[in-house]
């Protein structure tokens, strides 16, 4: 019953950090982990610990999931036609189905953008490509379609091998096989039946095919691992300019805070300069003024032994 309960605790805080922008995620991450050390489960303060921030492509991929639930439900959908058209080598279903998806994947890109833009945080080309190739991975297998339409990406998804674009492409190349019919007039020398040489024949061109295909298949496993390689690096690239981008936003915010702690400082300063001032200034004149009261002391006292000598003067006089 405990795992239970951590499982189900552990998806609930996933969601809650994956709607978070990717400035807010760390710091929300560590404190449900700590929450969660405090209240004695270890099991899911670890797997919350683990949770890594998704990058400024894969938090743009999980807002539009979250933002536009109607189409995700529509490109899944779009997904699902594509992938049996591929399996079921379809070309002109294909065909049709590549034209609306290239629609579909520039139309969701641009919204993607915008709702990052509306969340306060506007994004470049680099990460709208990075978002669209995330779209193609989606139409293209349906484990990276589970995954994105979570909401939970960490990094941006990247299309298989198995495209159903790629293999549209390569429908059109493929030569038609002939069709079933009448054959055609053998010639005058050649009328004759020969199975042997017609079976030899057939099993040479067999051979081909086989060849060709095989041939067909392992350039298209190479340019597959090519591409994947190339895509690899790029999200590792973009994975690094985007901790380099929070990294000088944060070095950014940093300064604007030391110098307004310098300003403060400054400023505290010159009060404190000013004030000091004002306390020299009012002991200088405490000090003049016990001068003057001790002056006026010593003329009052000098006042009252003149008085009372005049006094004694004036009673000897009266006598």
């Known amino acids: ?104 994947i520039g139309a969701l890109a641009r919204q993607a953008r915008q709702l990052a833009a509306q969340a306060g945080h506007p994004v470049g080309e680099d990460v709208q490509r990075a978002v669209e190739e995330t779209l193609h991975a989606v139409l293209a297998d349906s484990g990276a379609a589970r995954d994105w339409a979570a909401g939970r990406l960490v990094r941006p998804l990247s299309a298989t091998a198995g495209f159903p674009a790629a293999d549209e492409a390569l429908l059109r190349r ?33 051979r081909t095919r086989d060849k060709d295909r095989a041939r067909d298949a392992e350039h298209r496993r190479r340019l597959a691992e090519a591409r994947e390689l190339a895509r690899e690096a790029e999200r ?24 307004e702690a310098e300003e403060r400082v400054r400023e505290l300063r010159g009060r404190l300069r000013h004030a000091e001032e004002e306390q020299r200034r009012a002991r200088a004149g405490e000090q003049e003024a016990r001068e003057r009261a001790r002056q006026a002391d010593r003329t009052a006292r000098e006042a009252r032994r003149r008085s009372g000598t005049a006094a004694a003067r004036l009673e000897r006089l009266g006598g």
């Open 1 to 104: 019953m405990a795992v239970r309960r951590t499982l189900v605790d552990l998806d609930a805080v996933t969601d809650e950090l994956y709607g978070l922008r990717p400035e807010e995620f760390v710091a929300a991450r560590d404190r449900r982990a700590r929450d969660a050390r405090t209240a004695g489960d270890q099991d899911l303060a670890k797997a919350v610990g683990a949770l890594r921030r998704p990058s400024r492509a894969a938090w743009v991929s999980n807002l539009l999931v979250r933002r536009q639930p109607e189409e995700v439900r529509s490109l899944l959908g779009l997904g699902e036609e594509l992938r049996r058209a591929h399996r079921e080598l379809d070309g002109a279903r294909l065909r049709r189905l590549a034209s609306r998806q290239n629609e579909v």
């Open 174 to 206: 493929r030569p038609t096989p002939p069709a079933a019919g009448p054959q055609q007039p053998a010639r005058s020398e050649d009328r004759t039946p020969d199975k042997n040489k017609t079976r030899a024949r057939d099993e040479d061109e067999n």
């Open 236 to 259: 590792e690239l973009r994975a690094r300019e985007d901790e380099a981008g929070a990294a000088g936003q944060a070095v950014r915010e940093a300064g604007v805070r030391v110098t």
